[in-house]
């Protein structure tokens, strides 16, 4: 049931009401799992290990990924470079790393309003035309190029979405142990790829081994923290400045019902300026939980250049990983790990510093589809600070000084 007398669902698409998304959505509903349900449930044995202080988990990937780098080679590219943040975790922790892409699914993007402005010049008489556009929002949706026509939404476009997702993860090497991951925010998409198994028929998402529901969807008793619950994957939220400790509360007892280690994970986005004024009181809402704490320094750290661009400075981003290690070792909890935007590719979207942001960047080198990510070399340096970071906090609270 799909309920459509009720509230509208918060960042769906205005797709159009001809009927072609149903047909599409009973298109989805007959196509073969992408993650069989045993590999969602080896995934969460794997997070209990986080859960339980024993491991850590990397989660990491594009913003959005786009349908045309889509390729055999450039997925092995990511899972190599998935599978390098393990071994530098590793290498740091001397504890196991569990690595989950941003990968295989991730198609859709919740925007903060639903059309842009775009200038235009009338060519040959320099006057400028102003017109608004609707928002890119995901391969799945639409198209990023500006133009009424390419940003449609496009229900055909969801098969197209689980046609590369079903390449990505045939494409992902065999025993690289690299999980998949992406936001759930297409409810539709989602609902019809539930599949349900043995006996006593329990759902399980075959999109993915994670899903995650994103700041802006995490509305107490919203359809996306239903649609979570309904699912026995392991799940995790996106906790944003606004998070209240009555919502996290909530949202553990409604993910998490039954306290098991590896089910729900909270990624903290929280930015460097907040992260020790507003997560004591998140932890202390979940404490009765065996929730995973994921820390995701990007998504609260992002500003415009001097030249409009949208980017992140690696000081800052590392401060918020710093914040978040410090305020989780005062608590003696574990770190249980990162959550990031990364490319293997060597781009230039994100700065060393907030100054550095003035030089401006050139289109050949600034490629997300959405978000400024980490380069390679950025990439590798933040992770292998954060690792030494979370490195000591592990063994205090191993020591056990404070309860854990
Ligand atoms: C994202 O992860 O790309 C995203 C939109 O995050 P958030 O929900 O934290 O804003
Ligand atoms: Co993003």
Same mark, same amino acid.
């Given at each position: 049931?799909?309920?459509?007398?009720?509230?509208?669902?918060?960042?769906?698409?205005? $797709?159009?009401?001809?009927?072609?998304?149903?047909?599409?959505?009973?298109?989805?509903?007959?196509?073969?799992?992408?993650?069989?349900?045993?590999?969602?449930?080896?995934?969460?044995?794997?997070?209990?290990?986080?859960?339980?202080?024993?491991?850590?988990?990397?989660?990491?990937?594009?913003?959005?990924?786009?349908?045309?780098?889509?390729?055999?080679?450039?997925?092995?590219?990511?899972?190599?470079? *998935?599978?390098?943040?393990?071994?530098?975790?590793?290498?740091?922790?001397? *504890?196991?790393?569990?690595?989950?892409?941003?990968?295989?699914?991730? =198609?859709?993007?919740?925007?903060?309003?639903?059309?842009?402005?775009?200038?235009?010049?009338?060519?040959?008489?320099?006057?400028?035309?102003?017109?608004? &556009?609707?928002?890119?929002?995901?391969?799945?949706?639409?198209?990023?190029?500006?133009?009424?026509?390419?940003?449609?939404?496009?229900?055909?476009?969801?098969?197209?979405?689980?046609?590369?997702?079903?390449?990505?993860?045939?494409?992902?090497?065999?025993?690289?142990?690299?999980?998949?991951?992406?936001?759930?925010?297409?409810?539709?998409?989602?609902?019809?790829?539930?599949?349900?198994?043995?006996?006593?028929?329990?759902?399980?998402?075959?999109?993915?081994?994670?899903?995650?529901?994103?700041?802006?969807?995490?509305?107490?008793?919203?359809?996306?923290?239903?649609?979570?619950?309904?699912?026995?994957?392991?799940?995790?939220?996106?906790?944003?400045?606004?998070?209240?400790?009555?919502?996290?509360?909530? &949202?553990?007892? &409604?993910?998490?019902?039954?306290?098991?280690?590896?089910?729900?994970?909270?990624?903290?986005?929280?930015?460097?300026?907040?992260?020790?004024?507003? *997560?004591?009181?998140?932890?202390?809402?979940?404490?009765?939980?065996?929730?995973? $704490? *994921?820390?995701?320094?990007?998504?609260?750290?992002?500003?415009?250049?001097?030249?409009?661009?949208?980017?992140?400075?690696?000081?800052?981003?590392?401060?918020?990983?710093?914040? =978040?290690?410090?305020?989780?070792?005062?608590?003696?909890?574990?770190?249980?790990?990162?959550?990031?935007?990364?490319?293997?590719?060597?781009?230039?979207?994100?700065?060393?510093?907030?100054?550095?942001?003035?030089?401006? =960047?050139?289109?050949?080198?600034?490629?997300?589809?959405?978000?400024?990510?980490?380069?390679?070399?950025?990439?590798?340096? =933040?992770?292998?600070?954060?690792?030494?970071?979370?490195?000591?906090?592990?063994?205090?609270?191993?020591?056990?000084?404070?309860?854990?």
């Amino acid at each position: 049931m799909r309920g459509t007398q009720e509230a509208p669902i918060a960042q769906e698409p205005p $797709w159009p009401s001809d009927g072609t998304l149903d047909a599409v959505l009973a298109e989805l509903a007959g196509r073969p799992a992408l993650v069989p349900a045993a590999e969602a449930e080896r995934l969460i044995r794997r997070l209990a290990e986080v859960a339980e202080g024993r491991a850590h988990l990397v989660q990491a990937g594009d913003c959005v990924e786009l349908f045309d780098e889509v390729s055999p080679a450039a997925t092995r590219r990511k899972v190599a470079q *998935l599978t390098g943040f393990a071994e530098t975790f590793e290498a740091h922790t001397g *504890l196991p790393t569990v690595t989950v892409g941003r990968l295989g699914g991730q =198609f859709a993007k919740p925007r903060s309003k639903p059309v842009e402005r775009r200038v235009d010049v009338v060519p040959g008489s320099g006057v400028t035309r102003v017109s608004w &556009l609707p928002v890119y929002r995901g391969e799945a949706v639409n198209d990023r190029e500006p133009s009424e026509s390419a940003r449609t939404a496009d229900p055909a476009r969801l098969l197209r979405a689980y046609d590369k997702a079903a390449e990505i993860h045939a494409a992902i090497p065999a025993g690289s142990d690299v999980f998949t991951s992406h936001e759930a925010l297409l409810l539709g998409y989602e609902r019809a790829l539930v599949r349900r198994h043995g006996p006593e028929g329990v759902a399980y998402s075959a999109s993915a081994h994670l899903l995650w529901i994103g700041d802006r969807t995490r509305a107490p008793r919203g359809p996306h923290l239903d649609f979570a619950a309904s699912v026995a994957n392991p799940v995790a939220v996106k906790l944003g400045p606004s998070a209240h400790p009555a919502d996290v509360r909530a &949202l553990v007892d &409604l993910l998490d019902p039954h306290r098991t280690p590896g089910r729900l994970t909270l990624i903290t986005r929280l930015g460097a300026a907040n992260v020790h004024a507003a *997560l004591p009181g998140l932890l202390a809402a979940a404490a009765s939980h065996p929730v995973i $704490w *994921l820390c995701d320094p990007m998504h609260a750290n992002t500003f415009i250049s001097g030249c409009g661009r949208k980017t992140r400075a690696v000081d800052t981003m590392l401060a918020e990983v710093d914040g =978040f290690a410090r305020v989780l070792r005062a608590h003696g909890t574990h770190p249980g790990g990162l959550h990031l935007e990364v490319t293997p590719d060597q781009v230039t979207e994100c700065v060393p510093t907030a100054t550095a942001a003035e030089h401006g =960047f050139d289109a050949e080198s600034y490629r997300t589809g959405c978000d400024p990510r980490l380069s390679r070399t950025q990439a590798a340096a =933040f992770v292998a600070r954060a690792a030494a970071g979370f490195a000591g906090v592990t063994e205090h609270v191993r020591s056990g000084v404070l309860p854990g």
